[in-house]
């Protein structure tokens, strides 16, 4: 069984997801200045789930273009949604087996150290990563608001079937 934190991340990408069923080619690539696009927003939760549990937890970077696409700080740009789902699916595929592993002793363990000597572990990161995926999708449900979209998904989902509370074990 994997550890509570992560159902609570899959559960995440699970409304990620649904927040963005039926949506159009089209108007993901339309920007609401200041903020990305929404095939932005997908290929750049992509590149930080490749960056923190692929490149710097196991040494492994398969979609380097998504550093200089959809990287933190990187100019705006509408990239195609089909090729950003794909990233998409493709990093969360390659990010699953690891995140099996990860039991409440490997997410307390010092991974990475940054610039600024924040010291990040497992527990950290997993954690940055579902508020960060909770922030876009608020963001992308505010576009399309803005874009027109109308019964659109309600939020949270069946969250008490798909990722009820468990304890940490």
């Given at each position: 069984?994997?550890?509570?934190?992560?159902?609570?991340?899959?559960?995440?990408?699970?409304?990620?997801?649904?927040?963005?069923?039926?949506?159009?080619?089209?108007?993901?690539?339309?920007?609401?200045?200041?903020?990305?696009?929404?095939?932005?927003?997908?290929?750049?939760?992509?590149?930080?789930?490749?960056?923190?549990?692929?490149?710097?937890?196991?040494?492994?970077?398969?979609?380097?273009?998504?550093?200089?696409?959809?990287?933190?700080?990187?100019?705006?740009?509408?990239?195609?949604?089909?090729?950003?789902?794909?990233?998409w699916h493709t990093v969360t595929q390659l990010v699953d087996p690891f995140l099996d592993t990860l039991t409440t002793q490997k997410l307390q363990e010092v991974v990475?150290?940054?610039?600024?000597?924040?010291?990040?572990?497992?527990?950290?990161?997993?954690?940055?990563?579902?508020?960060?995926?909770?922030?876009?999708?608020?963001?992308?449900?505010?576009?399309?608001?803005?874009?027109?979209?109308?019964?659109?998904?309600?939020f949270v989902g069946d969250i008490e079937a798909e990722a009820p509370y468990l304890p940490h074990f």
């Amino acid at each position: 069984m994997p550890h509570p934190l992560v159902v609570q991340l899959r559960f995440t990408r699970s409304e990620f997801k649904r927040a963005l069923l039926g949506f159009s080619d089209a108007d993901a690539h339309r920007r609401v200045p200041p903020m990305n696009c929404i095939s932005w927003n997908i290929g750049h939760l992509a590149w930080q789930e490749q960056l923190n549990w692929l490149t710097r937890m196991q040494g492994q970077t398969p979609l380097p273009q998504l550093n200089e696409l959809v990287g933190y700080e990187q100019a705006a740009c509408t990239p195609p949604l089909a090729e950003m789902w794909t990233a998409w699916h493709t990093v969360t595929q390659l990010v699953d087996p690891f995140l099996d592993t990860l039991t409440t002793q490997k997410l307390q363990e010092v991974v990475h150290i940054d610039e600024e000597q924040r010291v990040y572990t497992p527990g950290v990161v997993l954690q940055r990563i579902i508020y960060h995926y909770w922030y876009h999708l608020g963001e992308n449900m505010a576009i399309r608001q803005m874009l027109g979209h109308t019964d659109l998904p309600e939020f949270v989902g069946d969250i008490e079937a798909e990722a009820p509370y468990l304890p940490h074990f």
